[in-house]
Nanobody, 115 residues
Framework: QVQLVESGGGLVQPGGALRLSCTTS????????MAWYRQAPGKQREWVAT???????NYTDSLKGRFTISRDNARNTVYLQMNSLKPEDTAVYYC?????????WGQGTQVTVSS
């Protein structure tokens, strides 16, 4: 079982920023396509962004320009920088590691955008 540990969520005012982190084992991280998803109350989980082992990124169109995914291979960590946050960004954010053996998920971290 692959473990992913997320951190960085919290309460932030509209217009603010947060950076989420997700760490996993080096053996997995080096070969995994890492992604962030989110699930708002009453809604299905939705894909946010992906970064592959070589650093190529993809984003859901609605979040391009505000969210940035990156990875630090030395720290086995993937980040999600979220800027200009809006109340509709409120959700539980999940980290996913994808390899040829399947997907593993983190426990999620709550992000609440409210004044």
């Amino acid at each position: 079982q692959v473990q992913l540990v997320e951190s960085g969520g919290g309460l932030v005012q509209p217009g603010g920023a947060l950076r989420l982190s997700c760490t996993t084992s080096g053996r997995i991280f080096s070969i995994a396509s890492m992604a962030w998803y989110r699930q708002a109350p009453g809604k299905q989980r939705e894909w946010v962004a992906t970064i592959n082992p070589s650093g190529t990124t993809n984003y859901t169109d609605s979040l391009k320009g505000r969210f940035t995914i990156s990875r630090d291979n030395a720290r086995n960590t993937v980040y999600l920088q979220m800027n200009s946050l809006k109340p509709e960004d409120t959700a539980v954010y999940y980290c996913r590691a994808g390899t040829h053996q399947g997907n593993s998920w983190g426990q999620g971290t709550q992000v609440t955008v409210s004044s």
